[in-house]
């Protein structure tokens, strides 16, 4: 039986990024993306056919121009559609290439072939509907984030992955030298993903949970050494007190998802919640943050 969805699509403005996404997972979208079609950006979501009706999709989009209202910006363009679930599943595949990311990585998706001798640490990926495929700028940002703190292999190091995606950081963290990551994420297929990557990449000691931060505290009888983040700023905030709790006395953490004018209302509350400030690094309109304890 073929499964359809709604295809959601909003014009792009990166000011309001965080807010669409945030939108589109409230209203229950299974994916999203950023996209260029006809050489115009756009952020699409996709939601289960049967799960909304054409009442639900018109009371999104009524939101969504209230949102871009109060930013004083124009009314969005917004469209839907019903498409099948092979569209979507496999139409990105066509566009997405090989992309190097710091010094050390290059991520392959998994239909393409690796060339030899390629002196990289070569990430193969085949995310699904999971965020993560290497191509935006804060996966890269906490890929070279983590590239800078783990320049060796460190035998005892403990990563918690908070929104793993599609795998993407827990596996890096691991080929880097990282001894153990554990991962978690709200969404299932994000944790179907992050299984499947990690096989496919022969990648072990990564423990996969479907759940958020508070399942980790329930679970681990231990402090971690590191934290890796990249999600929504809207979600890191409230879980920051909740990251103080999991991690060593001298840990740190990479967080990002963050537009650069939210870091310093994110900064605030991390130094608020015995965290200093060790970096800052920016791509675009994006930033990832480097934190240790105080």
Same mark, same amino acid.
């Given at each position: 039986?073929?499964?359809?969805?709604?295809?959601?699509?909003?014009?792009?403005?990166?000011?309001?990024?965080?807010?669409?996404?945030?939108?589109?997972?409230?209203?229950?979208?299974?994916?999203?993306?950023?996209?260029?079609?006809?050489?115009?950006?756009?952020?699409?979501?996709?939601?289960?056919?049967?799960?909304?009706?054409?009442?639900?999709?018109?009371?999104?989009?009524?939101?969504?121009?209230?949102?871009?209202?109060?930013?004083?910006?124009?009314?969005?363009?917004?469209?839907?559609?019903?498409?099948?679930?092979?569209?979507?599943?496999?139409?990105?595949?066509?566009?997405?290439?090989?992309?190097?990311?710091?010094?050390?990585?290059?991520?392959?998706? %998994?239909? /393409?072939?690796? !060339?030899?001798?390629? *002196?990289?640490?070569? +990430?193969?990926?085949?995310? #699904?509907? $999971?965020?993560?495929?290497?191509?935006?700028?804060?996966?890269?940002?906490?890929?070279?984030?983590?590239?800078?703190?783990?320049?060796?292999?460190?035998?005892?190091?403990?990563?918690?992955?908070?929104?793993?995606?599609?795998?993407?950081?827990?596996?890096?963290?691991?080929?880097?030298?990282?001894?153990?990551?554990?991962?978690?994420?709200?969404?299932?297929?994000?944790?179907?993903?992050?299984?499947?990557?990690?096989?496919?990449?022969?990648?072990?000691?990564?423990?996969?949970?479907?759940?958020?931060?508070?399942?980790?505290?329930?679970?681990?009888?231990?402090?971690?050494?590191?934290?890796?983040?990249?999600?929504? %700023?809207? /979600?890191?905030? !409230?879980?920051?007190? *909740?990251?103080?709790? +999991?991690?060593?006395?001298? #840990?740190? $953490?990479?967080?990002?998802?963050?537009?650069?004018?939210?870091?310093?209302?994110?900064?605030?509350?991390?130094?608020?919640?015995?965290?200093?400030?060790?970096?800052?690094?920016?791509?675009?309109?994006?930033?990832?943050?480097?934190?240790?304890?105080?």
């Amino acid at each position: 039986m073929i499964t359809r969805w709604w295809e959601i699509k909003v014009n792009y403005i990166v000011e309001l990024e965080d807010t669409i996404f945030w939108r589109l997972q409230e209203f229950g979208c299974q994916g999203t993306a950023l996209m260029e079609e006809q050489s115009v950006l756009c952020l699409k979501g996709y939601v289960p056919a049967s799960t909304k009706e054409n009442m639900d999709l018109a009371a999104l989009s009524l939101l969504l121009k209230q949102d871009f209202t109060l930013a004083n910006f124009a009314a969005p363009s917004i469209s839907w559609q019903l498409i099948d679930d092979e569209d979507w599943a496999s139409s990105w595949k066509d566009h997405w290439e090989p992309i190097t990311i710091g010094d050390c990585f290059m991520v392959y998706p %998994a239909w /393409i072939k690796v !060339p030899d001798g390629l *002196d990289k640490l070569i +990430i193969r990926l085949d995310p #699904g509907s $999971a965020f993560g495929t290497g191509v935006h700028a804060t996966t890269q940002l906490c890929l070279e984030a983590l590239e800078m703190r783990i320049d060796q292999p460190q035998n005892d190091l403990i990563l918690a992955d908070i929104g793993c995606g599609s795998g993407i950081l827990s596996i890096g963290a691991r080929f880097l030298g990282a001894k153990e990551v554990w991962a978690v994420d709200v969404d299932p297929l994000a944790v179907e993903a992050t299984i499947e990557n990690s096989r496919f990449n022969n990648v072990d000691n990564i423990k996969i949970m479907e759940g958020s931060i508070t399942k980790i505290k329930s679970t681990a009888d231990f402090k971690f050494d590191g934290i890796v983040c990249n999600i929504l %700023a809207e /979600i890191i905030k !409230p879980i920051i007190p *909740d990251m103080g709790e +999991i991690i060593k006395p001298k #840990g740190w $953490a990479i967080l990002s998802g963050i537009l650069v004018e939210q870091s310093i209302e994110v900064s605030t509350i991390l130094e608020q919640n015995g965290w200093t400030i060790a970096a800052l690094w920016k791509k675009g309109e994006w930033c990832c943050i480097n934190v240790r304890r105080q």
